[in-house]
Each structure stands twice: as structure tokens, then as C-alpha cells.
């Protein structure tokens, strides 16, 4: 329940927004969870839903008209919302049951103006609008600026933190020969320039890194590249470094951040690429504005940097394996401490971390580590604060995804324990056992899995969940994201997940060199939750005989898996097999970092199942 303090401030906050929309002759406003950028990380000075609403998830919109507002989650904030949301305030509304566009076009006053800000929405986001609106005789408005930060009156400021050369032996390709592979790219398809708007891809381009968003070590920029090679870099002036003008080199053209709304409306006449899931509706509005011809294209620097270089690769195998020390460390610590009973998610996240901080050179999580005790660990998108923190109690599950951003690698694991009683006495219920054990049977499918060229990660999807279907039972998420170097902890286009117009990416072809996560789960809600995770690398299979090209996956990750929550009875010879091999590299990689307690620990947590 919302503490009245906090009740008054969001009405005071809704009070204030209405008002300067009414001044503005606006009948509502549209607030994403979104910034210039489509990021899925946003920085402080972004959150505006959460400035407004109380709500702390990465995924959310709200509406707000004269009379009446709505918050519209998915399935993952259900609970989440509730929680944080006032009730009297906002209406809760999921997604994908409705959308703000259904909602405005049943809610919406007949003639309605309706504003956004052009700058945090798509340009199909804000056609599907139009059209629901059109139909009360409605139109939506973008606003001259944001209506929310005329009136957030202590609003950060972006970071003005310097961006960072990345250098060329950590990213194994200079930037010059990735813009030359693009301006190629722009040749070929008879095009005159891209506009790169997504944060990843202008760091993988340029080779330059940042501090800007937490969780992604990037710099906020934009990029236009020519199909001569050339590019223009749009960044902070207070954020240009005498290393990045060296590093950038003549070919780059750096120009303040603030110029590039003008510098697309210098491109007239020109054929402009723009990636439709990065590109916000204000970029196809001032290329049209200017004369110039917007395409709809993907983003030509997302699929070679999904495609992991030699260097790369073995970046995330170093990292990977500094990593896994980290995790071996954390599981012995909470061997000893979780059984005592005095541990909470809090403290457990804030050990991880602290295990991780022993990397020199280590520079952030990867992402907020899902510390989750008992029936926490049946919310996939957890994420633990001071109101929700509990206790992890003796004789439970204790979930924690969890992951690192090394200057090499970034890491993304998940790891399921039993948490034992102080007797030892306490076991996993047969209903625990059994789940684990299936989700363990299913990761160890898609490890295993060989599959023909050609084929996209939809297909591979069901490897993971035969053995929960063959007892009715399922998981609602993907089971395999790409991921980044040094970036992004999700990145495509690859992803196994179910087939789905809606899910961009699980139609991509997974190719060598691309790296994803493998990780079924099964989690009953209220009651507790299983999800285990390793990273792996698309590598190519030798096959004798075989008729064209076939691949597989290499394990990167590589930490124990808890053998208490295991019923070796459904496991085959080849299931136990694979567990025994992967426990004596887990045992080869990391032994040799650990010493003491947690390297006796090791030993028994890897012997032959």
C-alpha cells in the first residue's frame, strides 16, 4: 500500500502535468518508459514514467487524459504495478489483453488532441495511434518538447561523463573497416547515408564505449554514416576527449549532440536508412520535412555485431571464466551463510557484487541482479528493493541471474539453490526435484543441439521445452537472447523464443559467431521458481558426411550446477554424461583461481553426479 506522502506526491505530479497540457490545448499525453534512443536502459533524466507513476519497471505506458489515466503492463508487472501505482490515480490495464491505442480510442474525448513526444515513440507506434484516434475524430499532437519536463522541477541532467576509446584489441576490427563494411552496404543497396540511433550499435561502430546508462557501457550519441565511409558523430561537447578526437580520426566528423536534428534536416535529396525498432517517429518526420527519402531498413551494423570476431570470442571465454570464480565463490559463501537463516536478497546481491569487484577490470553488472528467495524466484523479472526485500529462508529455493560487464566480456547466468537447514536435514520437495530436473533435461538439449544452416532460433526453442510439456507444464518467456562485447546484456536479431510476428528475431538465422543464452525455467507462482542459464557461441560441427553446412553451440559459462535439486532417475547416461564433462571444466577453469574453503567446495560441487 502507497504511504500517504507518497499518494499526494503522485497526485500533485498528475495535477501538474494536467495542467500544463491544458495549457498547451492538449485533451491528454502518452508517457513511455522509452529515450531518444528506443534503449532498453534508460537513464534518470528518461524516466518519466517513473517520475509520474511510482512505477520502477523497465517496461510500462501510462495515458493520461483530463478526467482519467491508465498504467499498461505486461504480464511480467502484474504484481509490480500494484504495488507501486496508486489505484485512485491510474487505472491498470495489461498488455497485450489492450494497449494505449485500444484505450484512447474507447476513452478519448470525441475530437481529442492527444500529445506525444515524438522523440520516445516509433513511427508505427504513432501511426496505429493516429488511426485509433481518427475514429473519434481525434488526432494526436507531437509537443514541442516534453509537457512532463516542463514541469519535473528537479529532474536530472544527462551524464556529461567523458566516452571511451575501446580499443582495437579488445574489438578485434579497427573502425574504420566496420564503416567501411557498412558505407559497402549503403552502395550496394543504392544509398546515400544511415542513421545509427541505437546506443550499442554507435558504440560498436565508432569502438568507443560509456558511462551514461547503468548496465550498458555506452556513451549517449547518434551516428549518420555515408556510403563513402565517413561518418558524423553527434555527441555532448562536455563527453569529447582528446583520446576520442585521436581515436576517431579525420573520417569522423564529431558535432554537438544538439545539432543532430538540423544535420538530418541537411540531407535532402538524399536515400536514409532507418532501423524502424530505433529510429523514433521525429527522425522520419524531419527527413520528410527536409525532402529527403527515409527507407525502412534493420540497422546494418546489428548483424555483424552479433557476429562475434576471433578476438571477441575469446574475450568472453577470459571474462567468462573470471566470472565463474566469482559465481563458485558466491555459491560456497551462501552454502555456509544461507543455512544460518539471517541472510536476505539484499545482502546476497550486494555479496555478488562484491565477488565480482575482485576483477580488475570489471566495470559494471551487466544488468540488476535477480536476487529472489521462495516465491520471489517464481517472478522471472524480479528485482529486489527495500520494500520487497525478504529473508531466504533455510529449507527453500533461492534463485539469482545475475551478471558482469568486463572491459572483455559482458556475463549473464543464473543459478537455482537449495538453501539448506543448519541439520542438513531439509530437502527439496519431489515437486521441486522433478522441475529442476526437467528444466536441467531441457537446457541440456539445447546445448546439445546440432542443427542445418539456415536455421532460426523458433526452431531450436521446443529442444528446451519438451520435457515441461511432457508434463504440462511451461514457462512465458524466451528461452535464448543474443548478447553483447562489452554492451548490451540483450542484443539481437538472434533469439530462441516461440514463433511470433510480435517477437522480433526468433526468424534470424543463428549463424557462427553469434552468442546467446540457453535458459529454461519453470516457476509456480507464490511458491518458488527454477531457471538455470549458461551463455553459449553458434559454432560450426564437423559432420562427416554431412550435406552442407551444420552447427552447434560452445558453453561459455561455466559454474556448478546444484546437484541437490537433481533426480538423476530422469536422467538418461548421455544427460549424465554431459553434467559429469561439464563439471570437470567448471573444476579444470576454475580451480585454479579459488584457494581454501571455496576450492574444497568446488571439488565436491563438480565430483561425478
Known amino acids: 500500500m502507497l504511504m500517504q506522502t507518497e499518494t499526494d506526491s503522485g497526485s500533485a505530479r498528475l495535477a501538474a502535468l494536467r495542467a500544463e497540457l491544458e495549457k498547451r490545448g492538449l485533451d491528454g499525453f502518452v508517457v513511455p518508459i522509452s529515450d531518444e534512443h528506443m534503449s532498453e536502459y534508460i537513464g534518470g533524466y528518461a524516466q518519466r514514467l517513473a517520475w509520474l507513476t511510482g512505477f520502477g519497471g523497465s517496461a510500462g505506458t501510462a495515458v493520461v487524459l483530463k478526467d482519467k489515466a491508465a498504467i499498461f503492463v505486461d504480464g511480467r508487472y502484474t504484481v509490480q504495478v500494484r504495488d507501486q501505482v496508486d489505484e485512485n490515480l491510474f487505472e491498470y490495464q495489461s498488455v497485450p489483453a489492450t494497449s494505449p491505442a485500444r484505450w484512447l480510442q474507447q476513452n478519448a474525448p470525441e475530437g481529442a488532441k492527444i500529445g506525444y513526444d515524438a522523440w520516445l515513440h516509433s513511427k508505427a507506434w504513432a501511426e496505429g495511434v493516429e488511426q485509433a484516434l481518427a475514429k473519434r475524430n481525434g488526432t494526436l499532437v507531437a509537443t514541442d518538447g516534453n509537457p512532463i519536463d516542463a514541469v519535473w522541477a528537479d529532474r536530472p541532467t544527462p551524464s556529461d561523463a567523458p566516452a571511451l576509446v575501446h580499443i582495437d584489441e579488445r574489438s578485434g576490427r579497427s573502425s574504420a573497416d566496420k564503416r567501411a563494411e557498412v558505407a559497402d552496404w549503403l552502395k550496394a543497396e543504392g544509398y546515400d547515408a544511415a542513421v545509427i540511433s541505437a546506443l550499442d550499435s554507435v558504440a560498436w561502430l565508432l569502438n568507443i564505449r560509456g558511462t551514461d546508462i547503468e548496465r550498458t557501457p555506452v556513451a549517449l550519441a547518434y551516428v549518420i554514416a555515408h556510403a563513402d565511409g565517413t561518418a558524423d558523430l553527434f555527441i555532448g561537447e562536455e563527453k569529447v576527449t582528446p583520446e576520442l578526437t585521436q581515436h576517431l580520426g579525420n573520417a569522423v566528423t564529431i558535432r554537438p549532440r544538439t545539432a543532430f536534428e538540423s544535420a538530418l534536416g541537411e540531407l535532402g535529396g538524399k536515400t536514409v536508412t532507418v532501423d524502424p525498432s530505433y529510429g523514433v517517429a521525429a527522425i522520419y518526420r524531419t527527413l520528410e520535412s527536409a525532402g529527403a527519402k527515409p527507407v525502412t531498413e534493420r540497422d546494418p551494423t546489428i548483424l555483424p555485431r552479433a557476429i562475434k570476431n576471433p578476438v571477441e570470442q575469446q574475450g568472453h571465454r577470459d571474462a567468462q571464466a573470471r566470472d565463474g570464480a566469482a559465481i563458485a565463490k558466491f555459491l560456497h559463501w551462501l552454502s555456509v551463510e544461507g543455512p544460518k537463516g539471517e541472510l536476505d536478497e539484499l545482502t546476497a546481491a550486494a555479496q555478488l557484487r562484491a565477488f565480482r569487484d575482485e576483477s580488475d577490470i570489471l566495470r559494471d553488472l ?11 524466484a517464481a517472478l522471472p523479472h524480479y528485482r529486489v528493493d527495500e520494500d520487497s526485500n525478504l529473508t531466504i529462508a533455510p529449507g527453500s529455493i533461492f534463485l539469482c541471474d545475475s551478471g558482469g560487464q568486463y572491459l572483455d566480456g559482458t556475463t549473464d547466468i543464473t543459478r537455482t539453490m537449495w538453501i539448506g537447514t543448519p541439520d542438513g536435514k531439509a530437502q527439496p520437495t519431489a515437486e521441486e526435484k522433478d522441475r529442476f ?148 571444466k567448471v573444476r579444470d577453469l576454475i580451480a585454479p583461481q579459488l584457494d581454501g574453503a571455496p576450492l574444497a567446495w568446488l571439488e565436491e560441487a563438480c565430483r561425478p553426479l
Open 366 to 376: 551487466s544488468f540488476d541482479t535477480i536476487s529472489a528467495a521462495g516465491p520471489h
Open 437 to 584: 530436473t526437467r528444466v536441467l533435461k531441457g537446457h541440456i538439449a539445447l546445448d546439445r543441439a546440432i542443427f542445418p544452416e539456415g536455421t532460426p532460433g523458433s526452431a531450436l526453442d521446443s529442444f528446451a521445452r519438451q520435457f515441461l510439456w511432457n508434463a504440462g507444464v511451461d514457462y512465458g518467456h524466451g528461452t535464448g537472447h543474443g548478447v553483447g562485447s562489452f554492451l548490451a546484456v540483450h542484443e539481437g536479431p538472434q533469439r530462441i523464443a516461440k514463433a511470433s510476428g510480435s517477437q522480433p528475431g526468433t526468424d534470424q538465422p543463428l549463424m557462427p559467431g553469434m552468442i546467446l543464452s540457453n535458459e529454461p525455467g519453470y516457476y509456480n507462482a507464490g511458491a518458488f521458481g527454477i531457471r538455470i542459464e549458461n551463455l553459449v557461441l553458434v559454432v560450426e560441427q564437423q559432420i562427416d558426411g554431412a550435406e552442407g553446412a551444420f552447427y552447434g553451440f560452445e558453453t561459455l559459462t561455466f559454474a556448478p550446477i546444484d546437484r541437490t535439486l537433481v533426480d538423476t532417475t530422469l536422467l538418461t547416461a548421455e544427460e549424465i554424461d554431459w553434467w559429469n564433462a561439464y563439471h570437470a
